[in-house]
Structure formats: structure tokens, C-alpha cells
């Protein structure tokens, strides 16, 4: 009983687990973003980028579990197919958001490239965060609350049924 309320103690408060996503998944966006620069120089860049994101959206899906949603241990299969999912359409917002830019400004610079690319990462990490908090990882925070709940016992009043009251004793009660 003690186990399962220190896990459900455990499960983080929204800004915290939103400052650890942050911190996790920005530092493995870090890390890819020179990961792929070093690997496309060996092969096309879309490949780089690609394979990239799929080996970053593993390790960030793991720190997730462990680190920021308190999950308590390793992500499940499913967790990574779930979050694979949300990663997939991030990458698919930042790729339109680079699109549209490139239909508007004929030769942007560097730095409004940048500009919309990590914009579009942002708006596409806070949705992310949320699937991940809301979905993907929430599965366990409600186990733990349910094991607690299930390790306590649990007190009913039972009603019985009786004849109709007389009117003027239930006006006197209410």
C-alpha cells in the first residue's frame, strides 16, 4: 500500500513534468539536431533526419517515462507506438510549417528559417506534452491512484426501504 502511494506521490505536477519535458526533450532535440547534421554528410538529409528522429523519439520516449511523467520505470510498447504517433505529426507540422515558408519567401534566410522551424517545434512540443501527459503516459498515474483506492477500505451506508414517511415528519427534517 505504501508502494503504491508513493508512486502516485511521484507522478509530477503539470509545471514540473512540462520543465523536465522541456529539459529532456529539448537537450535530445539538441542532440539530433547536430546528429543529423553530422550524419547527413554521409548520406541524403532527409534519411539522416529521418532515422534520426526515429532513434531521438525512442531515448526521449524512455526519459519521459522514467523522468518527467513519473511513470516509475520504462515506457511500454505501447507507449512508444503512441508516442512514435504524436512524434511523427510534430515532424509533419514542422515539415508543413518549412513548406509554406518556402511557397511565401522565394530564398529565406537562415534565421527566419530558424524562426519558423522552432516555432513550429514549439507549438508542435506543447501539443505533444499534452498527448504525452494526457494520453500516453496517464494510463499509469490512474493505475496508481486505483491501487490506492483498492488498498483502502471502503464504508457504505446502506438505505433500507421502508414505508412512505408521514408528510409532516419529513417537512419538520428538511
Known sequence: METAQSRQQAAPGTFTAFARFVLCGGGVGL??????????????????NALITAVSTLLATELHARFTFGAGGRATWRQHAQSAGSAAVAYAV?????????????????VLEQVVYLSASALAGVARFAVLRLLVFTRN?????????????VHTTVARASAPADPAVLCQAA
Open 31 to 48: 542532440a539530433s539536431s547536430f546528429a543529423v547534421a553530422g550524419l547527413a554528410s554521409w548520406i541524403p538529409w532527409i534519411l539522416a
Open 141 to 153: 498515474r490512474s493505475q496508481a491512484a486505483a491501487t490506492v483506492r483498492a488498498a483502502r477500505p
Open 94 to 110: 514542422t515539415c508543413v510549417a518549412m513548406l509554406v515558408l518556402h511557397q511565401l519567401v522565394a530564398a529565406p534566410g537562415a
